[in-house]
């Protein structure tokens, strides 16, 4: 019964942290593009759709982070109005009262990772359509990539000078493909499809060359994207996909292993929240304690994303994790 009355005591002010933050993003959002916007008189519906589209990338910050304005802001009432001490008093103990907010952190988190890993993908892929068609008219931006190098495990070495999205089909120019057995196949353009990239060209065995006409196997799944609508090229991608992605591509892994790490991060960061606001004894340290958390979390995440640009270990994603987790279970600890 007491941990349903916290949970009300939590749940309104997350409406309205989730709505904050929402309105934060979004305004962010409307003025980096309010020049384009407004020189190219874009109807009032457009930019509807451009928001309704980026919707569920604001969410992923926004649904954490209103969690921890709420749970701090819920338990700092329960502390101004001493119900908090009647309780402790009363002989509920503070892990009692911990266990509800676990939960609903738990259940934020499952949102997030459906959202960041399925939703926000599909959504950002609607927004940058809508955003190229605006910038660059109904031919929207090509989409090409230059000299991309792919090396699926056990399929050798894939080379194309040009990967060109055209017609519902991503087309190869000047392609070659070294196997393991180190046979080369060369060819001037190509198609990449469910099978495979299939071409026609040449095929060297030793040193004669042989005309080639078929296609070779290629990880399915797997369609470049370049997001507009972010700064990581990897966030147009479903999970499904970044997880093909991530068999020739290395960078990808840390924007897989981050997908994981951000709803994980959900959940500690409620947990984190909730063992600082139980702890408290004075109301004004939550709203303190928000701002720090908040920061905190976000100058580690901002830290490894620079760091995977460099190449770094890609489980870094998981290091802001780590060190809330590592904080959360030392002040449950002092909870007991």
């Known amino acids: 019964m007491l941990g349903r009355y916290v949970l009300k005591e939590v749940l309104w002010p997350y409406g309205a942290g989730v709505l904050l933050f929402l309105a934060l993003l979004t305004t962010d959002l409307l003025t980096s593009l309010s020049g384009f916007l407004l020189a190219r008189g874009v109807e009032a519906e457009k930019v509807a759709l451009l928001v309704l589209y980026r919707l569920p990338w604001t969410l992923n910050l926004a649904l954490p982070l209103g ?131 299939s071409f026609t060209g040449y095929k060297v065995e030793g040193s004669r060359p042989q005309a080639f006409q078929g296609t070779l196997p290629f990880p399915a799944r797997f369609t470049p994207k370049e997001s507009l609508g972010s700064r990581d090229p990897y966030d147009a991608y479903t999970l499904l996909e970044l997880k093909e992605r991530a068999k020739v591509d290395p960078k990808a892994l840390f924007a897989l292993y981050r997908r994981y790490s951000d709803a994980l991060g959900a959940f500690l960061l409620a947990w984190t929240a909730a063992a600082v606001g139980l702890s408290l004894r004075e109301a004004p340290y939550a709203f303190l304690a928000i701002v720090l958390l908040i920061f905190g979390y976000y100058v580690l995440w901002t830290f490894t994303a620079q760091l995977a640009r460099f190449e770094a270990a890609a489980w870094g994603a998981f290091w802001p994790n780590l060190a809330y987790g590592l904080l959360a279970l030392g002040l449950t600890w002092r909870l007991r």
């Open 67 to 197: 969690l921890v304005f709420a749970i701090l802001v819920g338990l700092a009432r329960l502390i101004r109005q001493s119900e908090l001490k009647a309780a402790y008093a009363g002989g509920v103990p503070p892990l009692g009262l911990l266990k509800p907010l676990l939960l609903l952190g738990l259940l934020v988190g499952g949102v997030v990772f459906l959202n960041g890993g399925f939703l926000r993908p599909l959504a950002l892929e609607r927004y940058d359509a809508l955003l190229a068609k605006i910038f660059y008219g109904e031919g929207g931006i090509s989409g090409v990539l230059r000299n991309q190098v792919y090396a699926p495990p056990g399929l050798g070495v894939y080379f194309a000078e040009e990967v060109r999205p055209e017609g519902g089909r991503t087309r190869l120019y000047r392609l070659r493909v070294v196997r393991p057995d180190g046979t080369v196949y060369s060819g001037e353009e190509g198609i990449w499809d469910e099978r495979g990239w």
